[in-house]
């Protein structure tokens, strides 16, 4: 985190030189509140209080972004109030508003059943195109924070999202969007 290679050609040098600053914590926003996102949200509000500064949540189905905002903010350690990280609800607009952007959503969970073929990549051809709407926004944010894709298949989805947000409206690769260093998968195959 100390050493860094710009190319002095890229059209964003400045902001690429520009010191790095680290916050002492920082704001995360979760997507989507299946099982995988829910069960990362109650480690990161348990286990996070030193690291994040509070977590915002959304989820597109109604009710459920409320459901667990209500929850998991009832939940306290025996001490000090302000321990836990708070949960707040979010739109998506507002995804990109933080430090720390996690990818949970998906659209396709394979059934237990299926044991042919890989599994993952039956997700792919769906889960993408939502990576890539979101990847899309965050270039269109000029977001700066940390891209973390959780959902199935983690390696192919960071692809595409990178690849996605360095595409200029006429789809050529402009190198604008996020940089390879801020995307990071968190999956079963990582």
């Known amino acids: 985190g100390r050493v860094r290679a710009v190319n002095g ?3 964003r040098l400045e902001d690429l030189l520009a010191p ?17 996102g829910s069960t990362l949200l109650m480690g990161l509000r348990l286990m996070g209080g ?3 500064s509070s977590i915002g949540i959304c989820d597109l189905r109604e009710g459920v972004a ?15 109030y302000d321990v836990l990280p708070p949960v707040e609800i979010v739109s998506p ?3 990109f508003d933080g430090d720390v952007f996690l990818f949970c959503a998906s659209r396709f969970v394979p059934d237990t059943s ?11 051809q769906v889960n993408r195109e939502l990576a890539v709407r979101y990847a899309r926004m965050a270039r269109q944010r000029r977001y700066g924070g940390m ?18 947000s360095n595409q200029g409206p006429d789809g050529q690769w402009d190198g604008l969007g996020l940089r390879a260093e801020q995307i990071q998968g968190f999956g079963l195959g990582v």
């Open 9 to 11: 050609s890229h059209p």
């Open 20 to 36: 790095v600053s680290r916050p002492e914590k920082v704001r995360v926003n979760l997507l989507a509140l299946g099982d995988v």
């Open 50 to 52: 030193d690291v994040i």
């Open 66 to 80: 409320q459901r667990w905002e209500f929850e998991l903010n009832q939940i306290q350690l025996p001490g000090p």
């Open 93 to 95: 607009e507002q995804l």
């Open 114 to 124: 299926v044991t042919s073929g890989d599994v993952r990549m039956a997700q792919y």
């Open 147 to 164: 891209f973390c894709v959780v959902s199935d298949p983690v390696d192919p989805l960071c692809k595409a999202a990178y690849l996605a």
